[in-house]
């Protein structure tokens, strides 16, 4: 149970009116890194809303220091004794994190302002979804107040979704949130500012005549792209294998450790095994760019098909897998559900996992597929939901056996095909224009602007998409 010393210790500047960001280890840490990166989920409204919010995302991506920047700024205003972080690692059952909020509504009572709480790592305590519903319905203050919960599993949020409905005020935007790593952009802006061009275009808008003059433009630093592209597959956007990189331009195998650790944690939470858990890992890496049949994965995890499916879930509900789905133009263009699926990894970084444990590793190409699928979820991230298995985002198959890597169906249809480290055809071509009409072909280097299928190099596609 925290105590009234270790809530106090959790909020030093409550009783320390020098208090600076600089004080904060988690804040320090984001200072001293080799590089900049300060996503705001959240805006000065949504603190203000009295609503009751989630952030979700991969482990290690910096949800933490995130919210510590939100402390940081509610301190700077004025409103250091109606702010409140507690970690939830340490709290093990529903009545202790009752209590621990209980103890802290009682502070201050004629302190100005409502309220921000910001719980980090809900996932930690069962039931926490109860205590919050009954201090929303029974204690003035904590109705008031805006509530920020963090975690990095989905499981729990869907398993509490029926306690809080109703309970967790209205509001115009969003309450579930949902913090990705480092886009390739991002990165690429760590490494040169100058180098993501200054547009952000939507994917469909890349086809028009604009769209085709931006891509020209910034396929002038084609060659510096591709090269921070190498870098990015092996390091992808957690905060941690990209310092490594930056300063010594490799992961080092304890960082790769360290997020394995981490999804196996809330495996061992969820009853599943860390041995099924790695093999599961080791053929998401050796079949990235493939389809994955669920019979099949069984057999290979020598377990029951319901029993891969739920592994391949556990992964997802963390963040660490996205699952595509074929599209099924038949059934009003949804998902063809009973069809294989193609898994992906959540972010580049954890492909490395399976080889500092003894198993393969992938392919170049493969990690570019795996960053473009990243990158055209990330171009909807309204619902956290979608994470698993995007609503917008499928592979195509038609009946004679060709195959497109990506088919965009919103806010306009576009085809998307990963020709990184293959050969590009006629054939290639023929097929996407004949099926859609238009799309684009992912190359390593090349740039083509005068068909109806534009060539786009990798680097150069993910650095406009952001």
């Given at each position: 149970m925290l105590t009234r010393d270790q809530v106090n210790a959790l909020n030093p500047w409550w009783g320390d009116a020098g208090w600076r960001p600089a004080d904060d280890l988690h804040l320090a840490a984001a200072a001293a890194a080799p590089f900049r990166w300060d996503p705001r989920p959240f805006d000065p409204d949504d603190l203000a809303s009295g609503a009751v919010f989630t952030l979700r995302g991969l482990r290690q991506s910096g949800k933490t220091t995130l919210a510590k920047r939100l402390i940081a700024d509610r301190v700077a205003a004025g409103l250091a004794r109606r702010t409140c972080f507690l970690t939830l690692q340490?709290?093990?059952?529903?009545?202790?994190?009752?209590?621990?909020?209980?103890?802290?509504?009682?502070?201050?009572?004629?302190?100005?302002?409502d309220w921000l709480f910001v719980l980090d790592e809900l996932t930690f305590v069962p039931d926490w979804a109860r205590p919050i519903?009954?201090?929303?319905?029974?204690?003035?203050?904590?109705?008031?107040?805006?509530?920020?919960?963090?975690?990095?599993?989905?499981?729990?949020?869907?398993?509490?979704?029926?306690?809080?409905?109703?309970?967790?005020?209205?509001w115009h935007r969003p309450l579930d949130r949902l913090h990705m790593p480092m886009s390739f952009r991002d990165y690429a802006a760590a490494r040169n500012p100058a180098a993501p061009p200054s547009a952000r275009p939507a994917l469909a808008d890349l086809l028009s005549p604009d769209g085709r003059a931006l891509v020209e433009t910034a396929s002038l630093r084609t060659g510096e792209l591709d090269q921070y592209l190498g870098e990015y597959v092996r390091c992808g956007g957690l905060p941690a294998p990209v310092a490594d990189m930056l300063l010594d331009g490799r992961v080092a195998d304890g960082t790769v450790t360290e997020l394995w650790r981490g999804l196996s944690a809330d495996a061992r939470r969820l009853s599943r095994s860390d041995l099924t858990?790695?093999?599961?890992?080791?053929?998401?890496?050796?079949a990235l760019s493939s389809m994955t049949d669920t019979g099949t994965l069984a057999h290979e995890l020598d377990v029951s098909r319901p029993t891969a499916g739920a592994y391949v879930d556990v992964l997802a509900a963390s963040f660490a897998l996205i699952a595509l789905h074929q599209r099924d133009a038949k059934r009003q263009d949804g998902p063809a559900?009973?069809?294989?699926?193609?898994?992906?990894?959540?972010d580049p970084a954890l492909a490395a996992i399976p080889g500092v444990l003894g198993g393969p590793m992938p392919s170049e190409g493969a990690l570019v597929e795996n960053a473009?699928?990243?990158?055209?979820?990330?171009?909807?991230?309204?619902?956290?939901?979608?994470?698993?298995?995007?609503?917008?985002?499928?592979?195509?198959?038609?009946?004679d056996g060709r195959e497109v890597d990506f088919l965009v169906t919103e806010p306009a249809l576009v085809a998307v095909e990963s020709k990184y480290a293959a050969h590009r055809t006629g054939k290639d071509y023929e097929s996407m224009t004949k099926a859609f009409g238009r799309g684009i072909m992912v190359s390593r280097r090349d740039?083509?602007?005068d068909r109806e299928v534009l060539t786009v190099p990798a680097g150069v596609l993910l650095a406009l998409l952001g």
């Open positions: 340490t709290v093990t059952t529903a009545d202790e994190l009752r209590e621990a909020v209980e103890l802290v509504l009682r502070l201050w009572p004629d302190a100005p302002g519903v009954y201090l929303r319905e029974h204690d003035r203050a904590f109705h008031a107040a805006t509530v920020l919960l963090t975690g990095s599993s989905a499981y729990d949020l869907a398993g509490s979704a029926d306690l809080l409905h109703g309970r967790r005020g209205r858990l790695r093999k599961l890992f080791a053929r998401t890496v050796v559900l009973r069809r294989p699926r193609k898994l992906y990894l959540g473009l699928a990243i990158a055209l979820l990330r171009a909807d991230r309204a619902a956290l939901e979608g994470f698993a298995h995007p609503d917008h985002l499928y592979y195509w198959r038609s009946a740039v083509e602007l």
